[in-house]
């Protein structure tokens, strides 16, 4: 069982820059694979990104390409996700989730509202 909890989201205007962080609970972190997902206002949740277990295979949604990094600390059993040149259509919740593969997501966290004025 992995508890995650986000933290991070706010208010920023267009072009500025945000980290999300993602502590999970556990001592078994290192065995997940990690990722971002949101979800705007009237819309399905989707993919932002992800990382593999020990790193430092990566995937991006072609949305935030060049502009989001993910990362993690399996010290520290934390995932972050660097938002850079961010647009209004940026704004949404993001959930951090964590699976035994890329694309195999089993934990989800309750999300941080991340806004992004024009």
């Known amino acids: 069982q992995v508890q995650l909890v986000e933290s991070g989201g706010g208010l920023v205007q267009a072009g500025g820059s945000l980290r999300l962080s993602c502590a999970a609970s556990g001592r078994t972190f290192s065995s997940y694979a990690m990722a971002w997902f949101r979800q705007a206002p009237g819309k399905e949740r989707e993919f932002v990104a992800a990382i593999a277990r020990s790193g430092p295979t990566t995937r991006y949604s072609d949305s935030v390409k060049g502009r989001f990094t993910i990362s993690r600390d399996n010290a520290n059993n934390t995932v972050y996700l660097q938002m850079n040149a961010l647009k209004p259509e940026d704004t949404a919740v993001y959930y951090c989730?964590?699976?035994?593969?890329?694309?195999?997501?089993?934990?989800w966290g309750q999300g941080t509202q991340v806004t992004v004025s024009s």
């Open positions: 989730a964590a699976g035994p593969a890329l694309y195999t997501y089993q934990y």
